[in-house]
């Protein structure tokens, strides 16, 4: 117990400080006098007291984090946020269950996008900014913003960071101190979504759904205000505007800080990632418009085009939002679309995936091996840029690849287990994992999740965790070797 009572202690700040973000619902639930401010009253409440609690129990338990205790907090942090988090949703629709509550949380802050509610269009619009600020703070990662904090809670943050964003993750030291990293990443993300809400409501939207909006796209989210989701807008300008801010949040941030910090675009021009992200989005746009117009789906290449290009984007780089439901398309399409979410968002991005950086290197690595094997003697080195790659990093990668596919595999049979038919179960899995939002199947994108039964939604909550903490963040805790001293 005297070991964990640290990691408790920084838990027990970080859920007061979590109790914070309820003001801006809060606030808007005020101003609109939209009946929901007894929620966040509530949320607020619980949420402090409970942190102040945890507190008081373990106030003499303080001291410097270890590795170990960092990948424990953060496992209990994407945990246990999740629990507050749907004391609004709780406390304003009593219909809801607490597994689809919590449920709804982990989609919000995990940043997946998946949702068990109708009639969005008709909930008070503070519920609505809730369920998307949890994917902006989620987005960038609840832990990178407590690590911004840290100083002020005396505690160093390098051990979160690490916990928080497994190898390889390039440019990992930004500044010479993780809090002003963090602070610097922060500013970054939040002056870019200042601009994309300003961008979206001078596109057409409400103010109100300026912000819901901004929120989801800048955290790859994919929640909205509405049923229809980006649909109900039918506007090619506000599609446009989305396609560009989600490629924008689809970007390593720390090159986004680097070109900030240093007044200059050099840095997009020497981050390999986004020439092979924007390479495979281009060729995948139009290979998709072709396929379309091929099967008759569309008979104009404009349309065909229009839908294409949002929805690919829109999936690939794990935001979610549809502009129709293209579970109906010739199977092809959208499972390319969801084989993109898999890898096309950049490492160090609000992106969900294994992330374009280690596919580059999974790529590099399979052309070093059929180079040996014509030319035995070459030396022939895996490269990023002019620097080779260390063993280390490759065989992290492939340990990755194989925990990867290994989790799809079985919690795919675990949902088909459960009753749920094979493509369904699949293609919700992958979802989940990649922190994509609507599947295909019975949980595409015309549809929710509401459909599963209680198991089936606990299975896609752990797999929403298991993919936004990358696998081996989540499953070092799980092992025995974890907790023995």
């Not at 519920?127 to 832990?143: L, S």
């Not at 002020?152 to 993750?169: C, H, I, S, Y």
């Not at 596919?359 to 094997?373: F, H, I, P, S």
Request: aromatic fraction near 12%; hydrophobic fraction near 55%.
């Amino acid at each position: 117990m005297s070991q964990i009572l640290p990691v408790v202690h920084i838990l027990s700040k970080v859920l007061m400080l979590f109790a914070l973000a309820f003001l801006l619902p809060l606030g808007v639930s005020i101003a609109l006098n939209d009946g929901a401010q007894l929620a966040y009253d509530e949320a607020i409440l619980i949420t402090f007291l409970s942190g102040a609690v945890l507190w008081l129990v373990s106030r003499r338990g303080k001291r410097e984090l270890q590795t170990r205790d960092g990948f424990l907090l953060v496992v209990l942090i994407w945990a246990v946020l999740p629990v507050y988090s749907a004391i609004p949703l709780l406390a304003h629709i009593p219909e809801l269950s607490f597994t689809d509550a919590y449920f709804e949380a982990v989609s919000g802050l995990t940043a997946t996008g998946a949702t068990v509610l109708s009639g969005l269009d008709t909930l008070p619009p503070s519920i609505n900014i809730w369920r998307t600020q949890m994917h902006w703070i989620g987005g960038m990662g609840v832990i990178v913003l407590v690590v911004a904090v840290l100083p002020m809670l005396g505690v160093g943050g390098r051990q979160l960071f690490k916990a928080e964003t497994p190898t390889p993750m390039k440019d990992s030291k930004l500044t010479p101190r993780m809090a002003e990293t963090a602070k610097g990443l922060w500013q970054v993300y939040a002056l870019i979504t200042l601009v994309c809400m300003a961008a979206l409501w001078a596109g057409g939207m409400s103010w109100i759904d300026a912000v819901v909006h901004g929120f989801s796209v800048m955290g790859l989210g994919g929640l909205s205000s509405h049923d229809a989701s980006m649909a109900y807008f039918d506007s090619v300008l506000l599609e446009s505007i989305v396609m560009l801010f989600a490629l924008i949040a689809a970007v390593s941030f720390s090159t986004h800080f680097m070109a900030f910090h240093t007044r200059s675009l050099l840095s997009y021009r020497f981050d390999s990632e986004i020439r092979w992200t924007f390479g495979v989005l281009g060729v995948s746009v139009l290979v998709l418009t072709a396929f379309l117009l091929y099967k008759g789906f569309y008979l104009d290449f404009p349309e065909a085009f229009r839908h294409a290009a949002f929805n690919t984007v829109s999936v690939a780089t794990t935001l979610g939002f549809s502009t129709t439901d293209y579970n109906v398309w010739p199977y092809f399409a959208p499972l390319w679309m969801l084989f993109l979410s898999s890898f096309v968002a950049s490492s160090g991005s609000t992106g969900g995936g294994i992330k374009m950086l280690r596919a580059v290197l999974l790529y590099k690595q399979v052309y070093r091996e059929l180079t040996k094997l014509v030319h035995p003697s070459a030396q022939v080195h895996t490269k990023l840029g002019t620097q080779p790659v260390p063993p280390k990093i490759i065989y992290a990668v492939l340990a990755f690849l194989f925990i990867y596919v290994a989790s799809i595999v079985l919690l795919s049979f675990v949902l088909s287990a459960s009753g749920l038919d094979v493509f369904t179960a699949f293609t919700a899995v992958v979802a989940m994992v990649n922190n994509t939002g609507p599947g295909l199947g019975q949980v595409g994108p015309a549809s929710t999740y509401a459909v599963l039964n209680d198991f089936q939604t606990w299975v896609c909550s752990f797999a929403m965790l298991l993919g936004r903490l990358e696998f081996f963040t989540l499953l070092v805790v799980l092992t025995p070797v974890f907790w023995r001293k």
